[in-house]
């Protein structure tokens, strides 16, 4: 095969065949959801499993997350590969989850879920109405990401940054980052497959709940 020849994006990744935008969009929002709920269904069933085992999840998610990109090309293990990965999101969360049902009671996840869920509509139709593209900036907020990961582990050993400062900058990137996705989307998604796409929007989303939840949490312990 001449690999060299192969159409690639910016990312240097191989050019998936082109999708009308409709049915890119119906394909990527389905895969999204069916995600969310898979991570929804797991995060209530393990909400009592110790941290460590949310940990080795996790861990266990990131090794899937970089397996998803390395078959990109088989599009059915892929989208099996982005299922588990989810399935192990909802695992990892869930003691973060369950902590909060215990101690502020599931309104506030509850409050949390559907404020991610409104917001990341009215982002899309933000740009789906007006044609909003800021896909020129992405350089800006991956950088800004990673920033705000370094920032993150600093914390850790250093309490320098509050968590509700820390959640607002989480939500301030990641909206970016929503509106950056659906302007990929609605271009024809960049020469990404429907599965990588599906991931990027499903790790926003899920980003974008747990600042909620941490920024309705702390705002529900001080009253």
Known sequence: MAFGLQP?????QPLA????????????????????????LAASLFQDLAPGVGLVAMIVGFILLISINAVRRNEALSLLLFYAFTFCEGVGIAPVIGQYVRTLGPTVVVDAALTTGLGMFALAAIVYATGLDLRRFQGIFMIALLG????????????????????????????????????RLRAGGDGLTPVLMATSIYLDAINIFLALLQIFGGRRSSD
């Open 17 to 40: 065949p082109a999708v009308p935008t409709r049915s890119l969009l119906a394909q990527v929002l389905g895969i999204t959801a069916l995600g969310l709920c898979i991570t929804a």
């Open 148 to 183: 705000l990961i370094v920032l993150g582990v600093i914390s850790v050993f250093v309490k320098f940054i509050h968590p509700e400062t820390y959640a607002w900058l989480t939500l301030v990137i990641f909206s970016g980052l929503v509106l950056i996705d659906f302007a």
């Open 8 to 12: 690639q994006n910016q990312f240097g």
